[in-house]
């Protein structure tokens, strides 16, 4: 996350330039429509933080798992896969330094008494020579953003005072956690004063056993990766791998954010896939170069823009306690430039870490140099809701389709990359009779019997049976008509370039298949 303290300044302010609002409303009105995302327990008036995915989401989120794991442990002959426990020994946290560490900073408005991540807070004040034009507070992920807001949310008098005499005015944000001495953050609510930051761990707790005492007290885990450090020996010992090596795990993990935020974007149960990659420590640099690169060109292989991905290499103010070296893989969603996914040297703090706690001896002997050693640790962490969330917000697109009469209409389409589209191919009779729906329902069910995921549709004018898949981001539709019955040959649509070609049914599965990877 870029610091405060970075971007805060006194460059000119500038409107912004797209209505993110509106995209984000629109993108999460289709993801309910269609069924990607719902909010959890939404007949209860739901739950904040908390998010299902649908029948076309679990499809989505699935490919996108699919994807990590075939392309990080199937085609790798150095990576083996785990899938450790959600709730572990809690000495593990303290070892690992989360009970302690794993804090972010709280404040409360003392008016209206809503709560805030402090760093996430920041007190905008805007002056001429002599005047205050603006003082308040703002929610925001950066000060940048936050002087966007502000801006935004000011009087048409007062905006229009910031755009015409912005080179005489000072602008000056400070987040609410890191306030000169003396000045007070204000809420973004009601514009109380706020009461100083204070730390507030985020891991969920829980009780193991019937008894509830803090003997019992255990953690619902905050990331996955402390279950393959500890799982580390066990993994080495059990297959034949040796230094450099890597272990990977797709798992849930929850955190109780005090603010969550941008739809599914910081939630308080999501879903990780990290890597922990255990080298030389004479090598460790040399990794963290390459698992940069490489996980920021998994993601433009499965369709990001590479111009909408930034890698951001931390400050050393930054650093989380255990990292030497830390950079951001960010995307630029529509509410922000925010973070994707992590990759960080570790260094060997983890595994000390568990080996002073343990007593286990978690040193690694090379049989060829005769060295024995703690390795160093790289770490690519990514997050499969916010992957999602990224995949989704590059797919959203509006533009126009000819209707049945060629006629231009406007239409939504979900221009998701083949691989990770929920379903692949959809089937339709043009209309209900003449033999056309037993040959399209023949062929869908070898489509599907083949392995791919297929919809089968005959209700409707053909029309709308294609925006309803341009929606879902079906990337192809396959027509059944009078001249596949005479032919066996059959239409096939491209969802992006809107062109038709026609292909032997037979011919189908192949065509399909070639274009998935
Ligand atoms: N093991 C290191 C670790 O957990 P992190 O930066 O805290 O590092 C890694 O988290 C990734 O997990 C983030 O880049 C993000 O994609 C995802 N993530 C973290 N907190 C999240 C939240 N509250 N909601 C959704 N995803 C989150």
Redesign the pocket.
């Known amino acids: 996350m870029e610091s405060a303290t970075r971007r805060a300044g006194l460059d000119q302010w500038k409107p912004m330039t797209t209505n993110a609002n509106e995209l984000m409303e629109k993108l999460s009105a289709l993801a309910k429509r269609r069924g990607f995302i719902f909010q959890s327990s939404e007949i209860y008036g739901g739950i904040n ?1 908390f998010w299902d995915y649908g029948p076309l989401g679990v499809e989505l989120k699935r490919n996108i798992k699919d994807a990590w794991w075939q392309d990080i442990v199937h085609k790798r002959d150095d990576m083996l896969g785990v899938d450790c426990s959600i709730i572990m020994n809690p000495r593990v946290w303290e070892a690992s330094g989360h009970v302690v560490n794993f804090n972010d900073p709280l404040v409360d408005c003392k008016q209206c008494r809503a709560r805030f991540r402090a760093d996430k807070v920041f007190l905008v004040v805007v002056k001429n020579s002599d005047n205050i034009l603006l003082h308040a507070g703002v929610e925001a992920d950066t000060a940048e953003q936050a002087r966007q807001l502000a801006a935004e949310s000011a009087s048409s008098k007062i905006r229009r005072r910031l755009e015409d005499r912005a080179d005489q005015l000072t602008w000056r944000i400070d987040r609410a956690d890191q306030l000169p001495q003396g000045v007070e953050g204000l809420c973004p609510l009601c514009g109380g004063v706020l009461t100083d930051a204070r730390k507030f761990n985020m891991m969920f707790k829980t009780f193991v056993g019937a008894m509830e005492d803090s003997s019992s007290v255990a953690y619902l885990r ?4 402390q279950g393959i450090f500890a799982n580390y020996k066990n993994a080495l010992d059990s297959s034949r791998v040796r230094v450099p090596f890597g272990i990977a795990q797709i798992g849930k ?1 929850f ?1 109780n ?1 005090i603010n ?1 935020r941008n739809y ?5 149960e ?1 879903e ?1 896939m ?1 890597i922990e990659f255990f080298c030389h420590p004479s090598q460790a640099d040399e990794w963290y170069e390459y698992w940069r690169k490489a996980r920021f060109d998994w993601y433009v292989g499965l369709g990001l823009t590479s111009s909408k991905l930034h890698l951001r290499e931390h400050e050393k103010s930054e650093l ?1 306690h255990y990292a030497r070296a830390c950079a ?1 893989i960010e995307y630029e969603f529509p509410f922000g430039v925010n ?4 990759v ?1 040297n570790r260094t060997d703090f983890d595994l000390t870490q568990h080996q002073k706690h343990s007593g286990k001896d978690l040193t690694y002997f090379d049989d060829q140099t005769k060295e024995r050693y703690i390795p160093y640790v790289i ?1 690519p ?3 499969v ?3 999602t969330l990224a995949f989704m917000c590059e797919a959203y697109t509006e533009d126009q389709a000819p209707d049945e009469h060629g006629k231009p209409q406007p239409r939504t389409v979900m221009k998701f990359h083949p691989r990770l589209a929920p379903v692949k191919v959809a089937v339709f009779p043009l209309v209900k009779k003449d033999g056309m729906p037993e040959f399209a329902e023949r062929l869908n069910r070898e489509l599907t019997l083949a392995g791919l995921a297929t919809f089968y549709d005959e209700k409707g004018a053909v029309g709308r049976r294609y925006r309803r898949q341009d929606e879902a981001g079906t990337p192809f539709c396959v027509t059944v008509d009078g001249q596949t019955i005479q032919d066996q040959t059959v239409t096939v649509r491209d969802r992006d370039s809107l062109q038709q070609i026609r292909i032997s049914a037979d011919k189908v599965l192949d065509y399909v298949r070639q274009r998935l990877v």
């Open positions: 933080g905050p990331e996955t990766a993990a955190r954010e969550p599914t974007f910081r939630s308080r999501f990780q990290e989380a951001d973070e994707l996914e992590g960080a770490e962490s990514g997050g809701d916010r992957a």
